[in-house]
């Protein structure tokens, strides 16, 4: 006869079992408990002759507020990563380190409750500047603001600084408007791929880590896991191409609250636009590189900086793209990818620009901005030029032509005057800023113009 007991035991074992897969996310106790185990283990590693807990006890010293296992699941792909074994050598050795974060309003940093502070950028230079004491860090930020990966391609020297020996690129987020279309046509894909290569063919063949942002929507509810162009599409390249991967969507995902509709609510975004990292989406963007610069310099202790590195560093960026158009017509590609999104941005209201280099002159800090300055700067297709061109000859045939002339004279030039004076505005703001941080600790908010661009 089973006694009455073990039932209710049994009971109590399946509900138990039950709550741990659907219920309550971990509390912050129970993940700093969980860490701080894992953590110890991993300094009280011995390999050879070497002490690693005294070897990495500074690079392992920090605190995780993300689950453990979120964390891991975050370390996408690491590929043979010489390049960013390479940089994590250097930082222990103390030589000089150029980081930079290009990407879109994540990489800003500016809906941090302390902009410079504790956005995810500012938190890992923190961390590697602790980690690391010897090194000197010069971080560098250049936000693209709302600017997809066509338009950082394009105007791609005024991102990267030469010195460039890490970047952390955050794209995914700006590259997912109008993502539908690129999942077929691949446009956006093929933008990301040329601005890769760029990056990897810089001076000093910089590491890149992809540092996968969530898309619009994706903690709000309204977009599902898989509707990111950081799988397949950008996945796709990393592998080609044996780049680090770190995911946010797979950080944040499971401590988030699922929906009915296969999404989650997450208090790592901003609910308005479900993409926004708020302070605790910035904190698990900084675990999750702090947890891949841990496991490098692990990897590092394993089997130090050594031939099978510089091996793979002198294998040149391969000259055959994924995509066939992109060594083809790379222009094409980034003019194509551009339009659609100077459509999606605009809801079909603006022309494609006829000139790329000029959107590289445009405020990308938000749409409002960026469609202001695209029409002031801008000049755009050849449609709409002959339209206006038309227009005005029958115009001028009606009301006279001196008159109209005279009219789009002034009007050129009051709104050519008007596009100097906000772009001096602009940089007159960005200098007293540069100048505000250069006197504090703090990492500088917007994209510099320092030596060496
Ligand atoms: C969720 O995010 C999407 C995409 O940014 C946005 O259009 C929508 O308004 C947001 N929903 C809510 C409830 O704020
Ligand atoms: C550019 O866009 C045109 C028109 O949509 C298309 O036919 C062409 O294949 C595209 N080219 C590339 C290189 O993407
Ligand atoms: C970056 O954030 C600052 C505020 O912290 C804002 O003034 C600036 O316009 C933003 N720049 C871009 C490119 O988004």
Redesign the pocket.
Known sequence: MARPGSALVTVLVLAGSILSITAAPQSPNAISREWANYNMQRQNLRIGTEDNGNNLRSVLDYSFTTPLRQIQGSQVYQAGNARFRRVVDDLQRGNPVTIVAIGGVATNGSDASNPGTNDFFALYVKYLRRAFPNARIEPVRSSAGIAPSAVVAQCLSSYIPRDADLVLLEMTANDAVGMDESLI???NA?AYELLMRGILEAEKQPALILTQSMVPGMGNGSTPFYLTPETPQYAALASYYGTPVVSMRNAVWRSGTPTNASGIISDAVLQEDGSTPTNAGHKSMADMLVYNTQRTAEDLALLPYGDYDTQSMAVQVPEKPVYG??A??PS??L???T?EWVHDISGNSRQCPTQMDQMCNLDHANRDNMLRTYDERIETSPRSNRAALIGGVVGGVVGGLLLIGGLLAYCIISKKRHAQRVAAAAEAKAAARRKEVAAGQGVPITATTRPGF
């Open positions: 046509d691949g446009h093929k158009d992109v083809a017509q094409v590609v003019s194509n990818s339009c």
